[in-house]
């Protein structure tokens, strides 16, 4: 006999539970809810068995309303410190690399980008048999990330420091495209350097979307330079270059375009399609996930290396209002599990008030069929997007990363997240390092949607392609 699809295990759900007394309803499938009862349904060696590889472990860590202080006062030890501290991992005194590892080094130091004999950052992507480099050759501030990370545990944090400098003093050039002037805030996507041999003079050409393919400009930008910096302070224990006053207002103009108030009701961030590691047009306009938990991870950092001058502390008391509403925001709306899959597909549309329970007026015919097998009976994640009538159910892996790694996922959810992975491990990872997003949009949808992307082919590149740039935020867990 064929297994029962997920779909009509729900439907049945709802059969019965609408046969219940209004206080009854939910019993039924209390069950099933991988955030409130998981601890309930986690049976260790019985999943040890029916899986052929070991558990993924996860580190409980306290959310961020659980620690004991306040936001603000944690953020401030007696030294004036963050009290939010990791542990350092180093490879630079390790003598038994692996040849792969020595390779992959060598490489990375081909890479190397100098500007007056100093690195400055990595190039995108290191390949001579290409003919059509396109920008690959430069400098992006996001794909720049893990290569710094690299350096900062191998003890060489010189790079890092001449790329958070040098990006900084981009960030203060006039930003023109087509007559219309960015933020002050705003930070580049990438930067190239130009040597000239006869002059013996080095320029720098940056790029803040003007020569971007779609002309968009990266929203992400400053928020990777920030906890870049963090990741810099806390690996050197060097505090006197965040403690400069360049990076101190550098801070502060990137808050200015992210805290700014506006037309919006929501604390998450605007987004247009394309301004974000998916930088290509993948339908994520609005309030992306990895843009809402970068952004979220950023403003935690930010608290932890903004002064207590004036100035400082005002920025201090607008991060924490939005991170309070953010948290709030995120873990109530685009969580989803199963048991608020079966909430959404009994959802009345057209609700009005304070009262209305379906806030974003979601159509519950709209829930694509693919998320009824996706979703294990234990486990959930952050769904790509929530907006006005629209839920982007897609899984998108930096977003869910770093949403634990900045504890936006509470150690429920964490633990949820994880379990959703080991359990869709074949469709998530695989063969290869983990998928940008799953499932890839395929036929009429790809063509409407990337506007037929040839670079966007179904699971290709952005649209489910598999990326190592994803690792280390996976990894980190």
């Not at 545990?153 to 001449?162: A, F, L, Q, T």
């Not at 952050?382 to 150690?411: E, K, Q, Y």
Request: a negative charge; one cysteine or more.
């Amino acid at each position: 006999m064929d297994r029962p699809k997920k779909r009509d295990v729900l439907r049945a759900v709802n059969s019965m539970s609408s046969l219940c007394q209004n206080g009854e309803k939910r019993e039924g499938i209390r069950a099933v809810n991988s955030v409130c009862s998981i601890s309930e349904l986690m049976d260790e060696d019985l999943l040890s068995r029916l899986l052929d590889r070991p558990r993924l472990k996860l580190e409980r860590k306290k959310s961020y309303e659980e620690m004991s202080l306040s936001l603000y006062d944690s953020a401030h030890s007696l030294d004036g410190r963050s009290g939010w501290d990791t542990p350092v991992f180093s490879m630079k005194d390790s003598s038994d690399l692996n040849p792969m590892v020595t390779e992959a080094w060598e490489a990375l130091c081909r890479s190397q980008v100098y500007f007056r004999e100093k690195p400055v950052g990595t190039i995108a992507a290191y390949d001579h048999a290409s003919e059509e480099v396109l920008n690959y050759d430069q400098v992006f501030v996001r794909d720049f990330v893990p290569s710094a990370l690299a350096f900062l545990m191998k003890g060489e944090p010189d790079i890092v420091k001449n790329f958070l400098l040098k990006t900084l003093h981009i960030q203060g050039q006039d930003k023109m495209i087509d007559k219309f002037k960015l933020g002050d805030g705003a930070m580049p996507a990438s930067f190239k350097v130009l040597h000239n041999p006869i002059k013996k003079t080095d320029t720098i050409i940056a790029d803040f979307g003007e020569s971007a393919i779609g002309r968009v400009a990266p929203v992400d930008s400053g928020f990777w330079w920030i906890i870049l910096l963090r990741a810099y302070t806390k690996s050197t224990g060097d505090h006197s270059l965040a403690d400069r006053p360049e990076c101190q207002k550098g801070m502060r103009l990137i808050l200015s375009l992210c805290l700014s108030e506006g037309f919006d009701t929501f604390p998450t961030l605007l987004c247009a399609d394309g301004c974000s590691m998916v930088d290509r047009r993948m339908g994520i306009y609005g309030y992306p996930i990895e843009i809402q938990a970068l952004f979220f991870m950023a403003l935690r950092f930010a608290l932890s290396m903004l002064k207590h001058d004036s100035e400082g502390k005002e920025f201090m008391e607008k991060i924490v209002t939005r991170l309070h509403a953010l948290s709030f925001h995120m873990r109530s709306y685009f969580w989803l599990d199963f048991q608020q899959l079966n909430d959404i597909y009994r959802y009345k549309t057209e609700e009005y008030s304070h009262t209305a329970v379906n806030k974003f007026n979601v159509i519950p015919d709209s829930i694509p069929d693919w998320i009824f097998d996706f979703m294990p009976l234990r486990g959930g994640y952050f769904i790509g997007n929530v907006s006005p009538a629209r839920m982007d159910f897609r899984w998108f892996a930096l977003g869910n990363c770093i949403a634990i790694i900045s504890s936006l996922a509470t150690p429920e959810q964490s633990m949820a997240i994880m379990d959703l992975i080991e359990a869709r491990w074949e469709e998530l990872v695989g063969e290869m390092p983990l998928k940008i997003c799953y499932p890839a949009m395929e036929s009429h949808e790809w063509r409407i949607v990337t506007g037929c992307d040839p670079k966007n082919t179904r699971w290709s590149y952005h649209n489910g392609g598999s990326w190592p740039g994803e690792l280390p935020s996976f990894t980190s867990q």
